[in-house]
């Protein structure tokens, strides 16, 4: 159960942001779950979006959540698949799956992989230390 339900709200808004942006509007998540849930919320209540659809293989009505062999059928191409999920035990299963259905430029994750937001972290905080000694130092 998420604890926090106002900070996953924020972090989601931001992602969205962008993708409201680049006139990214026809959306479908990926997979059904709790986080799934807030994505909807947010869709809803600040941007007045109502999803396409949901995809989930596992719990699937094919009236409202559909598994990927009906959804590849009903998928346009100005679709975008919103990877709903940070579950760290299945984290590749449900990116890979993803993958094999979905071309990834239909592909916008909420949350990327975060060894390399880690990774990108640490490059910009690098960064910054040399901008101080550059500007410390007296030509």
Known sequence: MIEDIDLYKEYITGTLDDCIKQNKRKFVLYPNGEITNIVKQVLDNVYNITPVFIVDNYKY????????????QMTDRDMYYLVCSDNDLYYNEIRNTLRRYIKDEQIVDLFPDINALEYIDNACKLLKELDEKIADMEI
Do not use: H, I, L, M
Not at 61 to 72: I, L, P, Y
């Open 61 to 72: 009505d094919q009236k409202s959540v559909f598994n990927f062999e009906k959804a590849v």
